[in-house]
C-alpha cells in the first residue's frame, strides 16, 4: 500500500473559522501535521512567529520563491501568503497527513503541481453569519472587512471545484466533519494511484511470466 501521507487542502472565505475549526480538529489529532505559511501581512495581536506564520518581508519572501523554496505562493489583499516546500514535503514522505489552510488560487496550483490532493471548502452556513464572525473578531478595520467579504464572493465561485464541503455551523460538527474527511480520502482513486499502478506493474510482469 501507498505509505506516504496525504496532502489536505482547506480553504474558505477570511472568518468563515478556519483557524477556530483546525484548533478544535488539532487538538484531538495531534498526529496530523499543519503547515505553518510565510506572508508578508503584518501579524495580528496575538499571532506568533513560526506558530501563526513564518513573517517575512517582501524581498525575503521574492527570494524564497526563486530558490524554489515554495510549494506554492499566491497574492491575497496585496501580501504575499505561500506554503514553504520542505517541511510539508518531509512530513508526507514519513508518512503523515498534512494540513494546509491555503485561499482558492493556492489551492488549485496545489492541485496541478499535486493532482492526489484533497481539496476541502469550509462554508458559512450563510453569508449574514460571515459577516458577524469577520466583524466579531475584531482583528480588521471596517475597509478590510469589506474587502474580504467581496473576496468571499469570488471565492464562493471556486468552492465547486473542491473535492469536499463542511459547513461551519457549530464548530464541534464542522471538526468532526473534518475527521470524516480524512477518513474518507483513504478511499478515494485519486489518492489511491500509486497502490493501483503498483498491482497493474505486478499483474502485468507476473501474467506475462507464466
Ligand atoms: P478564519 O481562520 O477562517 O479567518 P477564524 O477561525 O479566525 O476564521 O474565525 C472568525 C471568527 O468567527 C472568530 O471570532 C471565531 O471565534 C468565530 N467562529 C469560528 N467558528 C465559529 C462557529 N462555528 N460559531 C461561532 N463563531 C465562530
Ligand atoms: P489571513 O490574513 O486571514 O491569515 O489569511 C488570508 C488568506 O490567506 C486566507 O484565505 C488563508 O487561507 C490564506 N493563506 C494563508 N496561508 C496561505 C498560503 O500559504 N498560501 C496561500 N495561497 N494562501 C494562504
Known sequence: MNSRGRLFVISGPSGVGKGTVLAHFLKERPGVRLSVSATTRSPRPGEREGESYFFLSREAFEEKIASGGMLEYAQYNNQY???PRAAVESWLQAGEDVLLEIEVQGAMKVRAALP?????FIMPPDFHTLRLRLSGRGTEDEGTIKKRLFAAAAEFQRAGEYDFIIVNDRVEEA???LGEVLESARYLVKTNQ?????????????S???
Open 116 to 120: 492526489e490532493a484533497v481539496l476541502v
Open 194 to 206: 500509486t497502490f493501483i499502478s503498483e498491482v497493474m506493474h505486478d499483474a502485468q510482469t507476473e
Open 175 to 177: 471538526s468532526r466533519a
Open 208 to 210: 506475462l511470466a507464466d
Open 81 to 83: 501568503y505561500g506554503t
